[in-house]
């Protein structure tokens, strides 16, 4: 069994400064979660990170790096001796692979000497790395300015030869930004909020409201596959089923009709603070886009964001809904989300909700629900679903 060696690029986390150290720990340790059964291993050499893993499981390391925030880009790379014997014939093994692989004849050579002790200049190595490769491969050609593919040389400790390279999901390493709670429901937009604060290195749970029998377990099981897709980018979150029927039964008791979404939205907003002390995170994120329906006009996020002691954080709140269906189907969740279970929020949406409500006005209503024990007698019911 052969051994396979991944070199992996970080962007933003170099520019950290005195904290350098703690984000590339956090870095590594994300790699490692996503693949908690498989043997490799992760280490750290003068700004690079590279996986070194065996050949059987090149496929499943390759797939986990692609979903590790903080990534820029990674490669496959050829680890040698210092010795432009050695770096001459590992260039000459990779340009063939390229080369019987159909990825073209035109090719650049890019040295980066990080070890000044070398003996080589870094134009002195590409001349020779470029000179080796012409004589071999009849009909390569050096184009610098559009090659079919460039073969990047960096004299370090060693010397690490690599070509191509898969780009990674940028942004920063899973928990180095807090943690924060998200509310899940079963559309396309809150996955996609969940998914936006992850790649800003904010570790999640989801809590999810389940108001049975007026929704169906189909609906719960939607939002179950979700936190599915949700994990295979932050592994370790937690999704949290709240039984919210008798809330909604208090609230279609005690309102007006053209109150109930907004009051229900103000209810999962004042949960969602409560179960974010008992979890100790300390914010929360909606999937709320500005205008895209009727609790999401300035107004109605004014009067709902009342109820969260912590920060609210609404990262979709500039885009449209296209720009978001785009994330969607980037992260494997579009399809889910489409399924035809509709979550509370739908269900008793009423045909005509206020828009510009008062938020004064709207308090008073909230009052009048009497609702907070209620609420914390749902915590106390509210179980950790599998995910």
Known sequence: MSEILFLVKYGEI???KRNRGAFVRRLKDSIHAKL???PFDVYETFHRVFVRCNSVDRDAVAGALERTFGIVSFCEAVRVKTEISEIEKAAAALAESYVSAGMG?????????AEKTFP??????ACRVGDLLLARFPGLRVDVHAPDWVLSIEIREHAYLYGPSTRGPYGLPGGSSGRGLLLLSGGIDSPVAGWMMAKRGMALD?????SAPFTSEKAR????ALARKLA????????HVVPFTPVLARIKERSKDEEITLLLRACMMRFSALMAVEIGAMCLVTGESLGQVASQTVESMAFTGVYAEQPVFRPLVGMNKEEIIAIAEKIDTFEISNRPYADCCTLFAPEHPLIHPEVRKMKLSYERLEIEPLLREAIGKTEVAPV
Request: net charge positive; proline share 5%.
């Open 232 to 239: 295979a980018w932050m592994p370790g979150i937690a999704l």
């Open 206 to 210: 989801a809590v999810y409201f389940h």
């Open 36 to 38: 908690p059964e498989l």
């Open 120 to 125: 080589f200049t870094s134009y002195e190595i």
């Open 221 to 224: 099981e939607k939002v179950e």
């Open 105 to 113: 004849m035109k090719f650049k050579a890019e040295v980066r000497r």
């Open 14 to 16: 170099a520019l950290k």
